[in-house]
């Protein structure tokens, strides 16, 4: 079955420390994974694509991994502010692109 | 730019009654999607277009009709609104890869 895990269901951090989100994934055959924040009261927006063949990619202070062998994808965010709490959603994409699978997402707090 | 425009922001409707959530796209997209999100529970996918003149289940399609008679509308209806039909729903619709969202509407049925 098509799955997406993600963990912690939910964060609390300082403003400025570091933290990392995961994400597990079931789905075959896979093509790509992405990464989306969704603010409060607002529609989700994508921060980063991760595809078969890469291992790491950054957006600012967002670095996104994948490791295909083990169905695993991690989001790190650096030095966090404020504006970083959010909801992030991790979301398969099967290879024929027809399926986009949802994990249930990690609510961030990131408090002063 | 547009982008992806839901109509209403939020809405409170009595049990049995119908409804139509409204969702319109300006960036020539074909496929459109309509999904739920409740707490604890993620976003789940109610029903899909993948090109004007076609629609297709989701996970969660009963209670629920679409139609995609243009490329831009996908217009969402609640036949007899139920209260477990209360969330905030989301519209989306996608090039190919990245998929764009609504801001969603909020509705509680009482």
């Known amino acids: 079955k098509n799955q997406v895990e993600q963990s912690p269901q939910s964060l609390i951090i300082l403003e400025g420390k570091n933290c990392t989100l995961q994400c597990n994934y079931t789905v075959s055959p896979f093509s790509n994974l992405r990464w989306y924040k969704q603010d409060t009261g607002r529609g989700p927006v994508s921060l980063t694509i991760m595809t078969f063949s890469e291992n790491t990619k950054s957006n600012g202070r967002y670095t996104a991994t994948l490791d295909a062998d083990t169905k695993q994808s991690s989001l790190h965010i650096t030095a966090s502010q404020l504006s970083d709490s959010a909801s992030y959603i991790c979301v398969a994409y099967n290879q024929a692109g027809t399926a986009l699978i949802f994990g249930k997402g990690t609510t961030l707090s990131v408090s002063s | 730019t547009a982008g992806i425009t839901q109509a209403p922001t939020s809405q409170i409707l009595a049990a049995g009654r119908s409804m139509t959530l409204r969702c319109t796209q300006d960036m020539r997209h074909n496929a459109m999607y309509w999904y739920r999100q409740d707490l604890g529970l993620g976003l789940r996918l109610i029903h899909y277009?993948?090109?004007?003149?076609?629609?297709g289940k989701g996970e969660v399609p009963d209670g629920y009709s679409v139609s995609r008679a243009n490329t831009d509308d996908f217009p969402l209806t609640l036949a007899s609104a139920v209260p477990s039909q209360t969330s905030v729903y989301f519209c989306a619709s996608r090039p190919s890869i990245e998929a764009f969202f609504g801001q969603g509407t909020r509705l509680t049925v009482v």
């Open positions: 277009s993948n090109t004007a003149g076609t629609t």
